[in-house]
């Protein structure tokens, strides 16, 4: 996995480019229990970084989703309803995952990773997405993590899903981070994924929950024990269930490390358009506006995120 990411990037004054795109299937490969990798080939694609994602349509660009309807309609009599989307299951809105890699390909062309669970409609239809189907992406979206200062190790938590922006940061920080993966079982978690890691130099410890693999426990329980023996100064980062991702703040907070936290919530349009993505953090200054007078006020995971300083976010 190839980035334009460096260490040396200056944080982004102003959010990336972003647009509309057709997508081409290059790879969508099972990689462990309910989940896959997805790779999308695309002519070219804005600048992206470690930590954003794409809206994607899970929906065929090649199929009328107007089926044909006759009735007849009788005066007072309710009508026959016939959508697509009420004769059989149809994703509407997109879904927002995100990014697990990209590479920049010596035609000029770009290829992007996703890594996705079937949990519903939108993720079972990506399922079943064969070499050379169109997908429609929306991207990039949402600001990214900001890597560690020169000389400082990165920790990256990953729990289950959560994997996939950790992935893209880990191939940033070569020789310079330590990967902690995590899963309720071995059948959940992608292995042969977390074994690419060796070729950035980057070692990985692995837990489940049940103990069928590797760590018996949580993978905060192996990050505190790691923390304990091998305490030095390092950057944090995250991204997973959310119970697991505020245990992460609490063991960085309490130790006096910076940690980065990937959040997820529920999006409608990836733009902060239809507002339905909102999170908690914390004001620098009460007096001001919004909700002046208090010391909290909401932000927008899209837009504001989906990388929040774990200090700001009030769970």
Known sequence: ???????DSPPLASPPPRGRFI??????????????????????????FPGQFIQVACQS???????????????????????RELISPLALLRRPLSLAGRRDLPDSSVELDIIHRVVGVGTAWLSRLARDDRVHILGPLGNHFQLPPPETPAILVAGGVGIAPMLYLASTLPGRAIFFAGAITRDLLPLNNIAELAQYNI????????????????????????LTRYLTPAVIYTCGPEPMMKRVAQIALDRNLPCQISVERSMACGMGTCQSCVIRVRKPDPAKPPLA???????LACADGPVFSAADLLW
């Open 1 to 7: 996995m190839t980035s334009l990411y460096t260490p």
């Open 203 to 226: 070692p990985s410890v692995l837990s489940t929950d049940d103990g069928s693999y590797a760590f018996h426990g949580p993978v905060t329980q192996a990050l505190e024990q790691y």
């Open 23 to 48: 997508a081409t299937v290059a790879a969508s490969d099972a990689i462990c229990h309910e989940h896959f990798r997805l790779t999308l080939r695309l002519p070219s694609f804005p600048p992206t």
């Open 293 to 299: 007078g208090k010391d909290w006020s909401y932000k």
């Open 61 to 83: 660009l090649d199929l009328d989703y107007t089926p044909e309807h006759q009735f007849d309609w009788t005066t007072a009599a309710p009508t026959s309803l016939g959508g």
